[in-house]
């Protein structure tokens, strides 16, 4: 099953204060809509991501996700969230089977809630995450207690609200408008949606005091300091380029690869799985998957950054060192420090490329190949 992730973030969020938009408001250091992304951008189980804004706030979108934006795709939303919902699903590419519908203003939203949405939506529908409602529930008018109300049965939604792709479409054309999320229009179209276990921090932010919940709980975890090593190695064969951390450079043969064979690129995204514990390369992009073949690899490196953002991981530095007779790696390694380091949204000191040779020792030796090993730090303050 291919999904999608579809983020609403249209809303102008005046509840929550501020110059600008909630979404686009910083949360320690990290704008929401970027937090929101991340999440579904490292998740192995979303293929297509799409974020619905305002008209207005095309410029503070790109600020807000940067680099991360060109692996996104842009919608522009209605008045209304069933508007801008629609919007999304209908940039839905070809080959999708679901969606997550999410909202942009849930930045603290965990791997393990899409996950059991995801896992639900094999077996269903929809399906939706919310946590049971505990406290004692009144009915009031003119700020007295009327009755009490019973909480048997009643829940507090959450998105990522998921749903098979032509039931939700369907549903959201019969829908008059009006709806305050998605369940409520599968519902109306008769779907059946299954509650999955929410995540009590998994909050939305609606007024000032939640920016200041969501801080406490992004401050709950003592800092976090890791280090990762990767290494990889390519052939050589026919062609009359190679690519090396992001760079090309001219020569007799070529890398070969599943991939582009970029050597270098491939050892420091397999870095920074490691500081995550996150196995490597090959098992969040198989090689015996078709659609990889010939990747660019700033798109593996893309999502192990992407995918320690989510986890509140910075990624503070990263070493590698080629090693090969030939090409001289010298003249191309600013342009490879500075490529690299807009890749990781880092600053160029905190990015090391250089290289050695094996003293004609071994297969580097017989320039029969190109080694390279690769350092990565995160921290999670």
Aim: hydrophobic content about 45%.
């Amino acid at each position: 099953m291919k999904t999608a992730a579809i983020i609403v973030a249209a809303g102008r969020g005046t509840r929550a204060g501020g110059d600008i938009p909630k979404q686009y408001q910083m949360l320690r250091g990290v704008p929401v809509l970027a937090r929101s992304v991340a999440a579904f951008a490292a998740h192995p189980g979303v293929s297509q991501i799409i974020v619905v804004v305002n008209s207005q706030d095309d410029a503070l979108f790109s600020e807000t996700l940067g680099e991360g934006s060109r692996n996104v795709t842009l919608v522009h939303g209605g008045a209304s969230r069933g508007q801008s919902v629609r919007a999304g699903l209908e940039a839905v590419t070809p080959g999708i089977d679901a969606v997550l519908i999410h909202d942009g203003a849930r930045p603290l939203v965990s791997a393990e809630v899409i996950g059991r949405v995801l896992a639900a939506l094999e077996h269903g529908p929809g399906a939706a995450p919310a946590l049971p409602v505990t406290d004692a529930l009144w009915r009031g008018a003119q700020g007295r207690v009327r009755a009490p109300e019973p909480r048997d049965g009643l829940y507090r939604a959450q998105t990522p609200q998921g749903f098979r792709l032509a039931a939700i479409r369907a549903a959201h054309a019969a829908h008059p408008g009006g709806a305050a999320d998605d369940v409520e229009v599968a519902l109306a179209a008769g779907l059946d949606v299954a509650i999955v276990e929410g995540d009590e921090n998994n909050l939305k932010i609606t007024h000032p005091a939640d920016f200041a919940r969501a801080e406490r709980l992004l401050q709950e975890d003592a800092m976090d300091i890791r280090a990762g090593n990767g290494f990889d190695v390519h052939r050589f064969g026919p062609g009359d380029a190679v690519t090396l951390c992001g760079v090309s450079i001219p020569h007799g043969r070529g890398l070969q690869g599943h991939s582009d064979a970029d050597v270098g690129m491939h050892a420091v995204t397999d870095a920074i799985y490691g500081a995550l514990g996150m196995g490597d390369i090959g098992q969040h992009f198989p090689p015996s998957d078709p659609q990889w073949k010939g990747a660019a690899s700033h798109i593996f490196l893309d999502h192990a950054v992407a995918l320690a953002r989510a986890r509140g991981f910075a990624l503070t530095h990263a070493d590698v060192t080629l090693i090969c007779e030939h090409p001289k790696i010298g003249p191309h390694a600013p342009a490879m420090k500075a490529e690299m380091a807009r890749i990781m949204g880092l600053e160029p000191d905190r990015v090391s490329v250089k290289a050695t040779t094996s003293e004609r020792l071994g297969f580097t030796g017989r320039e029969e190949g190109i080694a390279a090993l690769a350092t990565a730090t995160l921290v999670k303050p």
